[in-house]
């Protein structure tokens, strides 16, 4: 019997190895990112939408261990040691702050690791810092931000007041708004990381003549602006990039938050194969709509398998190569890696709509075409 | 900077002073009378926050919600006294530390576990949700004066319950001399669990009404508990009118900071760097504020030795 079943075995191996160009090396991923704490909403999408494109890739020669960061930076170093000197994983990923991705990235690249972002993309890592073991499949921090500078050009504001909390991906936004943005700033204001009260700013946006509102505030904090701006009687325009309206912060700050535009380079209405088949199965495992986090999570999976089915993942070298190809099915349509190992990539403005009893986005239209990051000709890498 | 912004931002830094004190107050008194280093008294809020939520969300009743979050938060301090901070009393500070620690962890995780990581809808009741026109035109948010006006109600009732009734002089007593109050009859075991409850209630209905106009998640909380810290320290610790001086002074303080700081700054720098400036100190400080009162007061504003 057991000789049996090593025959058999045997023989689908061999057709296996006969069959194709796959390696089916397999590979040990490790993914830190944030599952409690204040920020766990978004950990939670990347998680989800990077395990269901692993779950429905049917491999079960990769192999996944998740840890909680908190959002500390401390412990988020403290993980990666552990992942890579004890349980020796090829590949990490998933961490969705900046200050943490400043702390752990440039030194799991140095020890020889690949690390693809599904999330933060600090500025610092996509010049002079690029690295060819670091891939980025979300975004450059800037990247939406630019796109709402663009479309305030177009909506032809010309005054207005911006927003974002003090650390990297914060100056980062605001950075990347002035650089597309061609009128005037009404004010521009750094509020503390975390911060839940917004009423001071919103008294110098009252208080400041301008004629539209943008901000970068994720997670909380966000929801935490939208519902005070909206109680305050400002009924300036306020735009902003998907991190203040996904879906997991719409609900929260209700119909305050209809009506405004955001920028992102993915929604669930973008008309492709890919993606309609990840919001219908994310919808039918998870019982919730995706968000622009799970759409990140779902492709930063699909990038590795895909690369894993093209090289091994031990050789370094070949692997980067083959991840900086790009050949997978991406939830935005076209998706392909700049010079410096992040995505040129078209980016949309959406409105906050209500479908049902639903807040969502739904797109208006495109913001950039083809847009690559600002940072790519300082990187050496070809 | 004009007379009505400056004005408004005083309102603000009144409100978010208020809110604080809510917070402070219970932690005051538990310090005061039992001698106890609560760091739990956050996930209080929290608790009160979720409570007034899932209520308001079941019922459509933002009223009901509120009076739930008294209640469950109420209960939990009791519960919580009874189970854990009851063996702490004759432990050292650091005892204390390290348990109530333990009770954030896990009260978030559980809160995580029960209500999911993604944060709650709670919104203000209609008729408060929108501004009202105060003098000379200006607007403020209605919901924001509500709150100053029951912060200021809570002080007062606070105030006659310390000083105008039995329960008030117990507890002075037990702040006084907690041996002589026991030998004289007073069945102190309870005394703790009222006063407990008391300071967790206050939170939890402190958590509610902030969690209207801010985020209900896990974790709210802590943020809220380092600046009641702050506001006991200055204050004096046990010191229930410390604790309204000492709020109220680090709402105006925090607030005209973020809002002047950078202007400052920015008289002799430029706006990029005067905002980045700005941010950092201005969310310094309180603490800075809180260095000088204690090299002039050690004990606080208001010290109950004095």
Redesign the interface.
């Known amino acids: 019997m057991k000789t049996l079943k090593t025959i058999m075995a045997s023989a689908v191996a061999m057709s296996l190895a006969l069959g194709g160009s796959a390696m089916a090396e397999g590979a040990k991923i490790g993914m830190i990112t944030t599952?409690?704490?204040?920020g766990?909403?978004l950990?939670?999408d990347v998680r989800d939408g990077f395990m269901l494109a692993i779950e429905q890739a049917g491999r079960d020669d990769v192999e996944v261990v998740i840890e909680d960061d908190a959002r500390k930076p401390d412990l988020a170093v403290q993980i990666a040691d552990k992942m890579i000197q004890s349980e020796k994983v090829d590949i990490l990923t998933g961490i969705i702050w900046s200050n943490l991705a400043m702390a752990v990235i440039p030194s799991a690249v140095a020890q020889g690791k690949i690390y693809v972002s599904p999330n933060a993309g600090p500025s610092a890592l996509a010049g002079k810092g690029c690295n060819a073991n670091y891939f980025n499949v979300a975004w450059q921090n800037d990247n939406l931000h630019e796109a709402m500078g663009a479309y305030a050009n177009v909506a032809e504001y010309t005054n207005t007041f911006i927003l974002a909390p003090?650390y990297p991906a914060g100056?980062d936004a605001l950075n990347g708004f002035k650089r597309e943005y061609r009128g005037q700033l009404a004010g521009?204001?750094?509020?503390?990381l975390?911060a839940?009260?917004y009423?001071?700013?919103i008294?110098?946006i009252?208080?400041s003549g301008a004629d539209s509102v943008f901000f970068f505030l994720p997670?909380?904090?966000g929801?935490?602006f939208m519902?005070?701006y909206?109680?305050?009687?400002v009924d300036l325009p306020v735009m902003g990039p998907a991190f203040s309206f996904d879906q997991?912060?719409l609900?929260?700050?209700?119909d305050a938050a209809l009506g405004v535009r955001n920028s992102s380079q993915w929604s669930k209405d973008i008309d492709n194969e890919t993606n309609n088949a990840f919001v219908a199965s994310f919808q039918e495992k998870y019982e919730r709509l995706p968000s622009l986090y799970a759409s990140q999570g779902f492709d930063a999976a699909n990038l590795i398998l895909s690369a894993l089915d093209k090289a091994d993942v031990k050789d370094t070298e070949a692997f980067s190569a083959a991840l900086k190809e790009a050949d997978f099915k991406s939830t935005r349509g076209d998706f392909k890696f700049g010079n410096n190992n992040h995505p040129i990539q078209d980016i949309y403005v959406r409105e906050v709509v209500k479908e049902g009893d639903v807040l969502t986005n739904k797109i208006l239209g495109l913001a950039l075409t083809d847009h690559q990051d600002a940072y790519a000709e300082d990187c050496p890498l070809q | 900077m004009s007379t009505t912004l400056l004005f408004e931002q005083l309102l603000n830094g009144l409100q978010y002073g208020v809110t604080l004190f809510l917070m402070a107050a219970g932690l005051t008194l538990v310090f005061g009378v039992m001698g106890l280093i609560n760091l739990a008294h956050g996930s209080l809020y929290m608790i009160g926050a979720f409570a007034c939520a899932a209520v308001a969300a079941a019922t459509g009743s933002f009223w009901l919600g509120l009076v739930a979050s008294i209640v469950a938060a109420g209960f939990a301090g009791v519960l919580i006294e009874m189970l854990v901070i009851r063996r702490l009393y004759d432990r050292d500070h650091l005892d204390q530390v390290l348990a109530t620690f333990a009770l954030i962890l896990i009260l978030s995780e559980g809160c995580r576990m029960v209500f999911g990581s993604f944060p709650l809808y709670l919104d203000t009741p209609d008729f408060l949700s929108g501004p009202v026109t105060l003098f000379g035109g200006f607007q403020y948010s209605a919901y924001r004066l509500a709150i100053i006006l029951v912060g200021g109600l809570v002080a007062l009732g606070l105030y006659l319950l310390i000083t105008k009734t039995r329960l008030g002089i117990r507890i002075r007593a037990g702040e006084a001399d907690r041996e002589m109050i026991a030998a004289l009859g007073v069945n102190i075991a309870t005394l703790y669990t009222i006063v407990f409850a008391i300071g967790a209630a206050l939170a939890g209905f402190a958590g509610a009404m902030m969690g209207a106009i801010q985020s209900v998640q896990v974790g709210m909380g802590e943020p809220v508990l380092i600046l009641a810290f702050v506001v006991i320290v200055i204050g004096g610790i046990g010191s229930i009118k410390g604790a309204l001086i000492g709020s109220i002074l680090v709402g105006v303080v925090d607030t005209l900071g973020r809002v002047t700081l950078p202007g400052f700054f920015n008289l002799f720098m430029d706006t990029a760097a005067a905002n980045s400036v700005g941010a950092a100190l201005s969310s310094m400080s309180i603490y800075v504020l809180m260095a000088i009162i204690l090299i002039f007061k050690p004990e606080g504003l208001v010290s109950n030795n004095a």
Do not use: H, P, Y
């Not at chain 1, 599952?35 to 204040?38: E, M, V």
């Not at chain 1, 521009?188 to 503390?192: D, G, L, R």
């Not at chain 1, 909206?230 to 009687?233: D, Y």
């Open positions: 599952l409690s704490g204040g766990a909403g950990g939670v003090n100056q521009e204001v750094f509020t503390k975390g839940t009260d009423a001071a700013e008294a110098q009252r208080d997670g909380g904090m929801i935490a519902k005070q909206a109680a305050s009687g997991g912060i609900g929260a700050v209700g």
